[in-house]
């Protein structure tokens, strides 16, 4: 298995995410079909779990929180990007960004470079690991970012505490 930071595997993650939130969102069946298993066994792969990927084993999306690390849907998405984001990018895609959903968002934010036209070609909105590398985190700390607007557009900035959550999430490999 590769590194945590491979952006293939990045990018296999998110789409195992994205599958997962579509499956629920389109059956009312538990946990445990056959789609589910499927999409928590591509999580573990991507995650570097190799071994028992598809049994009970197989690690939840919110693996690691008792040790203190962030998960993305409850820790940055629910409070954070759901609740200062909207409606621009929540219930549209402004500047190329979707973040209807935390699947979604996750998917459009990780290791993705920037789409609209102010910031493309500036690196990815969200570079795992870095934040100081990440267009996010310039976005809602600087006055005057380094491409496009600062956000929230028209609002007042994010709290520290919240942009301090952004940052930390980021720093500690950005997993969901």
Wanted: glycine content about 10%; proline content about 6%; some cysteine.
């Amino acid at each position: 298995a590769g590194t945590r930071s491979d952006p293939a595997q990045r990018r296999l993650l998110a789409w195992a995410l994205r599958t997962r939130a579509i499956h629920a969102s389109t059956s009312s069946a538990s946990i445990g079909t056959f789609a589910d298993r499927f999409c928590l066994s591509l999580v573990a792969l991507a995650c570097g779990d190799d071994a028992g990927a598809a049994g009970p084993s197989a690690p939840s999306l919110d693996a690691g929180m008792s040790s203190g690390a962030l998960s993305f849907a409850t820790d940055v998405y629910a409070p954070i990007i759901a609740q200062r984001c909207s409606p621009c990018h929540t219930e549209g895609a402004s500047g190329g960004l979707d973040m209807r959903d935390a699947a979604t968002a996750f998917g459009s934010l990780v290791e993705v470079d920037a789409a609209g036209a102010a910031c493309r070609g500036e690196g990815p909105r969200v570079a795992s690991g870095d934040p100081d590398a990440s267009l996010l985190v310039n976005k809602i700390e600087a006055e005057t970012p380094r491409c496009g607007n600062a956000m929230p557009l028209g609002r007042d900035s994010l709290p520290a505490s919240e942009q301090e959550t952004v940052r930390r999430w980021i720093a500690q490999g950005a997993q969901p």
